[in-house]
């Protein structure tokens, strides 16, 4: 054997033990879109899906899809810099207008879109300041930036949420430039960042600057679901703004916004941007769509689905769930346990009910849970279905009671 297989065999030893005693958890094939599906034949009300207006399988959103493959087909074949279409442009200018934004850039993913940006404005001037739960396109950018030969700007971290190690980091940074990394929502904890305590600790040093990926506050924060900095009112302390098209708006691809100049020099040096393939037009036109819902409708969409998370929320915490630092529709029902939280999704599973469980190394070992995102797609038969599931295996399993499972026979 080689050494990649050697090393790939080696490093596999926890998935193939998880698979041989039939609590592996991930990539089950769904058998058709939306948050009812069905997995093997067996219908499956999904709570870790992303969809969080419902709004995916709208049949608006398929019938504009279907229009864009009969006039582009699936895909352009080439990247953006030769093969953008009216289609791309016009829903740049829609989102910039409707964020209220100057102008704004369409990447293939959300991923690509959050890398990009910091690979383009960050060198050897930048210090990038990151907060301690950073997602992986933060990570991943930051690092990548940091190991490109003459830019490699200077890498901090500042703890979750907290202003004060903020300044810490500002004050002491050795580097003219700050840029300042942080999330509208922590996707695995629920929370909110502490937005307006940051921003005012960053606007205390001299250039510095927030950049917010707020992928999922996008349709579920703000009045009008334009995401964290219009529940704040914050537009001007957050110059770059970073979303996604695979939440709120059903498919995939990024959304950079900002000042017209900044949004061009991405364009012209995200390497992310210039050597990935076009964002194909039936998404584009998908999200088209879907924007025309949110510039309609938006108000109320966001807020049912804010009355039917206070909902989840009241039953969970009335049962006794843990649900960690979470204050959004994204709820994580803390395990603490490894086997706890893959029982627990296995028999949810059996049951028709899916929360994907997160274990190490996704977080940190003693902070398994699963995966329940609320949904305005959810019904409340949906929402009770789970309820009653959670609190029976969460009394079996030992979720609720603080109880140990007694160790599993070999």
């Not at 703890?159 to 940074?173: D, E, W």
Request: proline fraction near 3%.
């Amino acid at each position: 054997m080689s050494w990649i297989v050697d090393k790939s065999y080696r490093e596999l030893a926890r998935i193939r033990e998880a698979k041989e005693k039939q609590v592996y958890p991930y990539f089950k094939p769904f058998e058709s879109g939306g948050l009812h599906s069905t997995i093997n034949g067996q219908p499956i009300v999904n709570f870790s899906s992303n969809d969080y207006l419902g709004l995916t399988t709208h049949p608006k959103v398929k019938e504009a899809s279907i229009e864009a493959v009969k006039r582009y087909s699936c895909g352009l074949s080439s990247s953006r810099v030769q093969a953008t279409t009216t289609a791309h442009v016009e829903l740049e200018e829609r989102l910039a207008a409707w964020y209220g934004y100057e102008s704004c850039l369409l990447f293939t993913t959300g991923y690509q879109a959050m890398v990009g940006t910091i690979m383009s404005l960050a060198d050897q001037d930048t210090t990038l300041v990151l907060d301690n739960l950073s997602h992986a396109c933060i990570l991943d950018g930051t690092f990548m930036a940091a190991g490109t030969p003459r830019m490699a700007p200077e890498v901090r971290f500042f703890n979750h949420n907290s202003a004060r190690s903020l300044r810490r980091i500002l004050g002491s940074r050795e580097r003219k430039n700050a840029m300042v990394l942080l999330e509208g929502i922590y996707s695995l904890d629920g929370d909110e960042a502490t937005i307006q305590e940051l921003c005012k600790a960053a606007g205390e040093f001299e250039n510095t600057v927030v950049v917010c990926d707020d992928a999922h506050g996008t349709g579920t924060l703000g009045k009008g679901g334009r995401g964290i900095f219009e529940k704040y009112d914050l537009r001007a302390e957050l110059p770059v703004i970073v979303s996604t098209f695979s939440k709120t708006f059903g498919g995939i691809g990024g959304i950079l916004l900002g000042q017209k100049d900044v949004v061009d020099h991405v364009k012209h040096y995200a390497r992310s941007f210039l050597f990935s393939a076009s964002l194909p037009v039936p998404i584009v036109a998908a999200a088209a769509t879907i924007l025309d819902m949110l510039e309609d409708h938006g108000e109320e969409l966001v807020a049912e689905l804010h009355t039917k998370a206070a909902y989840m929320r009241k039953n969970l915490t009335d049962l006794g769930f843990d649900l960690g630092l979470s204050n959004t529709h994204i709820m994580p029902v803390m395990c603490r346990d490894e086997r706890k939280a893959l029982f627990t999704h296995v028999a949810m599973m059996e049951s028709g009910v899916m929360m994907v469980p997160i274990t190490y190394p996704g977080v940190k070992k003693g902070e398994e849970r699963l995966r329940l995102n609320v949904t305005r797609g959810h019904t409340y038969e949906d929402m009770d279905k789970a309820l009653e599931l959670l609190k029976i295996y969460g009394e079996a399993f030992f979720i609720l009671g603080g109880d140990e499972l007694a160790p599993m026979e070999e």
